[in-house]
């Protein structure tokens, strides 16, 4: 009898928060549309790609091995290479910004081949880590192909013949770019429909005067918290699946681990989420305050905190040990693991685990804002 | 069981405070309240699963139909479908909300969001109702249906009520009632037992042709020590005298005129119980006054026949398909109180916004203090001062900051701004340094007005100025407003307050757009007809239903011609 009453009146409840979702049009814009553009803006917008890059080529030496070395170059999509008379010069131009890089080839360069350790230089402009990386990567690809194709053809056995790209990137030492950028994404649309929708909801019942006529009927503070997780759940599912076949599909990104272990843990995150929203919601009673305050203490800390732009193990203590209370931080890492690198137990078993914690900690909390008290 | 009580008292009183108790939605600070046998602290859930409460704002989902707010109550009071189905045809005939099932309640009107508010509560029959101000804001027309609808169910369904009410009307129409004020219950008893209280203490005068009642009124309560309360009423003054005062004492006041004994009303005791209570605890208000020569009973009659300074003629205003003011035409005199009366969505508001220059009109001619509205708007904005519904104050600045802003928005700089900013303050005796947030309703109200007099404007725009304040602080703010009238100020006033329009020397009802009367407040009542010349509210509901009734049959009529025609 207790049941089926909870049930028949949770059916109500969600039913009107469904209807009272669907005629707003701007639900609709913040939980469906915005996620296809982040996905399609950050997925294409965000390319690490470099393409006809301009690289300073300055030849020190001038023969006729190394002619061959550095064409390699020219025969690169990713690269344009600019022939340059002195290293002076081609510092000037990269300083400049004018070239990405430098291809230094030392004088001494066929001499050294011979004995085995001829060295060529490379410099790259670090100020865009994303960048160097990637030319840095283009041009030892590019010169080791020649080199290859030359011992190839001279016969000899060893590849690379006794070279080494001797590579330094200037303005940034210690770059390091690991973006995952489509599972990130998964974290971001999350955390913006608990940020954007979620937190106007216990807000406008208060403001409208509708809370206090709900209070005196049956209706249990649990009730209200379910009714209003259960249609925006949804919509965050439609948004999980957009990910899912954008990152299949769209930017081939591999999925090594588990798909259903994606799912779990995504919807798992989705739940804490909504209910930091709903959290917010029911504690300011105020939906302009609440979605100021969703979007300065979840999306803003989940974009710039939990490892989507900056990695954390770079940032200053204090920063990690806030990053670390963020569950943004924890589901990061789970989804980016479980994309990339597979079904990794110990560390998916930790992780969820912190997970359900929270949706245990703020089904509490946000249950308590709706406890029937006014005033 | 099966019995109506009614909670009065002014803002402030604690009606809504002890509403909520009663749900166990605030927890008393100390004492026990028990409701159909539950402790209110210790088993709300149960009081909560047994009651029906409507709070002030009806607690409506404007995004959800009718039929679907219907709903959601009947399904959270677990009213199974098969009761369902006739309780709703019920509900919907009575609220007479049928032909509206399938519209969202946001897009109701007021009256309309009233009756459905109550429809929810009534889902199924609780064993106590609760209505916190169900008709605050709410036009007489609306109040009367609403009042119709609970007293059919208070006796067919035996339905327990208890409900809030400023309106003495609606007390009386009850078994019993309490009296709050300030947290405080004064008195409690049925209405007749209330109303013997004031016995023998309330008195009628009739005012020497050329003199204004209100200008008598003025007279009679400022003279606090004698006095309790004066109100105009049907171009007489009725006043309720201090128990010490003898009537010759009250007739030399007025020069003489003749006083005579009036049968008293539970109004008479309600404003008697308050003014007891406010006087011992030693906080009653003091009316703001423009010169200290209070009510000068001037006999010349400087209104209506002087050249009109708001002459309308011919004006109409559509929004889209719909015409919202229909060629409507008056003028007002200087010095002249003109009230405009209407149901919810008559196009009161309208015509005031385009009287204001806020809204253009869709055409006819518009004249504000000699300028043409067309072509000066900006000019006549500047000679007429606006007091908005919802006063537009800064509730995070003080008192003076919110004056010298609105100086300044007027144009007023330097010394002026200084001089002005300190006459108002003083003339309507605020505290320059309180916050305006926290000042409590009837200030509020005094300091929109403040605010709205910086510039000495010659008109004076107020909209629905006394809704939402109490009694004692509505008689301090007609004494002002009959002072700046005296001071030659036009004032062109809105109020859902039909008693309040016996202080104007000339009110207009508008109905659909359309004016259906004007004239001076006795000549309306006049128009009303003898069954509802009673008082102003009858004659407001009379003659609004007599056009209503007129426009029905005249479009039976029609309908018939082009049957026949078809035919």
Known sequence: ?375 | MGELTALVGPDGAGKTTFMRVLCGLLKPDSGSVTVLGCDVSKEPQEIQNRISYMPQRFGLYEDLTVRENLDLYADLHGVSKDERAARFERLLKITDLARFTSRPAGNLSGGMKQKLGLACTLVRSPELLLLDEPSVGVDPLSRRDLWQILQQLVEEEKLTVLVSTAYMDEAERCGKVFVLNQGKLLEQGSPASLTKLAKGLTYTVNPKPGIKARDIQARLIDAKDIIIDAVPRGGAVSFIKQKHAEVPQIEKLLNGDHVEPREEELEDAFMMLLREHEDAEGNAESAPTVSSSTAALSSSDQTAASKPVIRVQNLVRKFGDFTAVDSTSFGVGRGEIFGLLGPNGAGKTTTFRMLCGLLPASSGHLEVAGLNLRDARTEARGRIGYVAQKFSLYGNLSVKENLEFFAGAYGLFGKKLKTRVAEVVEQFQLDPRAQSGELPGGYKQRLAMAAGLLHEPEILFLDEPTSGIDPLARRMFWRTITELAQGGVTIIITTHFMEEAEYCDRIAIQDAGKLLALGTPKEVRELAGETYARDMNSAFIGIVEQNRAALKSEAEAKSKQNDGAAA
Not at chain 1, 259 to 265: D, E, G, Q, S
């Open chain 1, 1 to 375: 009898m207790m049941v089926s009453q909870f049930i028949s009146r949770l059916k109500a409840l969600i039913r009107k928060e469904t209807r009272q979702m669907l005629r707003d049009k701007s639900n609709v814009g913040v939980g469906l549309a915005l996620p296809l553009v982040l996905i399609l803006l950050f997925g294409y917008g965000l390319s690490f790609d470099v393409k006809n890059s301009p690289i300073a080529v300055v030849l020190q030496d001038n023969s006729s091995a190394i002619r061959e070395v550095v064409s390699g170059l020219e025969g690169s999509q990713y690269l344009a290479p600019v022939w340059v008379g002195s290293m002076s010069e081609a510092e000037d131009l990269l300083r400049a910004g004018e070239v990405s890089g430098i291809v230094r080839i030392p004088v001494d360069f066929s001499v050294q081949q011979g004995k085995g350790n001829a060295k060529i230089q490379l410099i790259v402009n670090g100020v865009d880590s994303g960048t160097a990386s990637a030319i840095e990567a283009y041009v030892s690809g590019a010169i080791n192909l020649a080199l290859q194709k030359r011992a190839d053809r001279l016969g000899t056995a060893t590849s690379g013949a006794g070279v080494t790209l001797v590579q330094r990137t200037w303005f940034n030492e210690a770059s390091n770019s690991t973006w995952f950028i489509v599972p990130g994404l998964i974290v971001l649309i999350m955390t913006l429909i608990g940020a954007f929708l979620t937190s106007l909801l216990i807000a406008r019942e208060w403001e409208r005067g509708t809370l206090e006529s709900l209070f005196v009927t049956p209706v249990r503070p649990l009730e209200l918290v379910i009714s209003k997780l259960a249609p925006y759940m949804a919509v965050g599912i439609i948004d999980l699946v957009f990910c899912l076949l954008a990152a299949k599909f769209l930017f081939e990104v591999p999925m090594r681990g588990s798909l259903l272990l994606i799912c779990f843990a995504s919807i798992l995150y989705l739940m804490v989420s909504l209910l930091i929203g709903l959290l917010i919601s029911g504690r300011t009673k105020n939906q302009f305050l609440a979605s100021q305050m969703a979007l300065i203490l979840s999306f803003m800390p989940a974009l710039m905190l939990s490892g989507f732009v900056f990695d954390i193990r770079n940032v200053p203590v204090v920063i990690q040990v806030i990053s670390n209370i963020l569950p943004a931080t924890h589901f990061m890492t789970l989804i980016k693991t479980l994309f990339l690198a597979g079904n990794e137990w110990s560390m998916i078993l930790k992780e969820c685990a912190i997970l359900l914690f929270y949706i245990v900690l703020l089904i509490v909390a946000t249950r308590k804002t709706l406890v029937k008290k006014l005033g």
